[in-house]
C-alpha cells in the first residue's frame, strides 16, 4: 500500500470484501434510522450495506481519494444532518455546511428526501449519509445515543476504544473489525480501564474474518469485537 501519509503515519489499507462487509452488518443487527458512525469508511464497503439496512450515517475517512470516491459514489443520497454531533465540528463539515454535504450531494435534506441518479433505491428506509474527511483518532463522538460498525486502522485500536468507551460516551453499541489479538484481550476483560467500563458495556468476541477477506491480505488475523451497553 502507498506509503503517503500523514506525517509519521502510512497509508497503509486493506480493502474489506463486500460478502464480509455484508456479514458484518447482518451480525450488527441495525434497524432503520440508527446513527452508526463508519470509522475508517474507505470506499464504502461498510457503508453501502448499513445504507441498504436504512441506517443514518456518518462515513469517517481520512484519506483525500477516498473520500472523493466515498461522495462520488453515494451522491443522490439524502444528508445525515450532522446527526447530533458537537456544533463546533457538525459532522467534520465547515459551520455554514452543517446541514447536508458538500459537492454533489450539497442542497439536499432530511433523512426522508428523495433518492435521485444510480443510487435510487439503494438506501432502505430512513436512511441518509454524511461523508467526513477528518483523523478517526480525533474524531469528537455524536452527543446523542449512536453505533459504530467499522473496520477502523488497527493502529489506532486502542485510542479509538478508550474514546468510544468513555464514561461521557453515548455508544449504545459498537461492531468493529480489529486485530483478533485484540478482540480476544478485550473480550476477556484484560483491556486499558477494563474495571471502569466494563460496568457500563459488555465485550465479546464476534465473527472471525480470514485474512482473505482482504485487499491486500494483512498479516494478522482479524475478528469483530462486538460492545453492547448493559
Not at 468513555?166 to 459498537?174: D, E, G, M, V, Y
Request: glycine share 12%; no cysteine.
Amino acid at each position: 500500500m502507498p506509503a503517503a501519509g500523514p506525517p509519521g503515519r502510512p497509508w497503509g489499507w486493506h480493502r474489506l470484501a463486500d460478502e464480509w462487509a455484508g456479514r458484518v452488518v447482518a451480525d450488527a443487527g441495525v434497524r432503520p434510522g440508527d446513527l452508526v458512525l463508519d470509522i475508517g469508511a474507505g470506499e464504502g464497503a461498510l457503508t453501502a450495506h448499513l445504507i441498504r439496512a436504512g441506517a443514518r450515517v456518518i462515513a469517517v475517512e481520512l484519506h483525500p481519494a477516498r473520500v472523493a470516491r466515498l461522495r462520488d459514489r453515494f451522491a443522490g443520497l439524502p444528508a445525515t444532518q450532522a446527526a447530533g454531533l458537537p456544533a463546533t465540528q457538525a459532522a467534520g463539515l465547515p459551520a455554514t455546511q452543517a446541514a447536508g454535504l458538500t459537492g454533489p450531494n450539497a442542497g439536499l435534506t432530511g433523512p426522508n428526501a428523495g433518492l435521485a441518479g444510480p443510487n435510487a433505491g439503494l438506501a432502505g428506509p430512513n436512511a441518509g449519509l454524511t461523508v467526513v474527511h477528518a483523523d478517526a483518532a480525533t474524531l469528537r463522538r455524536p452527543r446523542r445515543p449512536f453505533r459504530v460498525v467499522a473496520s477502523p486502522p488497527y493502529g489506532i485500536s486502542a485510542s479509538l476504544l478508550s474514546l468510544l468507551l468513555a464514561p461521557s460516551s453515548r455508544l449504545i453499541a459498537a461492531d468493529l473489525v480489529l486485530q483478533r489479538a485484540v478482540v480476544r484481550k478485550y473480550a476477556r476483560g484484560d483491556a486499558p480501564g477494563a474495571r471502569r467500563w466494563a460496568r457500563t458495556f459488555t465485550a465479546t468476541a464476534g465473527l472471525a474474518l480470514p485474512r482473505g477477506a482482504f485487499r491486500p491480505a494483512p498479516h494478522v488475523d482479524s475478528a469483530v469485537l462486538v460492545i453492547r451497553r448493559r
